[in-house]
């Protein structure tokens, strides 16, 4: 995911998407635990999703004071 894509959606759309990506964090942490993980530049992509929504959603928030 670029940031142009994150940045053109709304606050909704964004909460969505970070839940979203959480939820398939926890999935693939927990294959990881149990050995199912194929995949494991995965990991690395959610996590950075997820701290680029969080990114651009606080500034955002910071825009809009």
Request: proline share 0%; glycine share 4%.
């Amino acid at each position: 995911m670029k940031a142009e894509e994150v940045r053109a959606m709304t606050a909704d759309q964004l909460a969505d998407e970070l839940a979203k990506l959480k939820k398939e964090q926890f999935n693939l942490r927990f294959q990881k635990a149990t050995g199912q993980l194929e995949k494991t530049s995965r990991v690395r992509e959610v996590r950075r999703d997820i701290a680029r929504i969080k990114t651009i959603a606080a500034q955002a928030a910071e825009k809009g004071k």
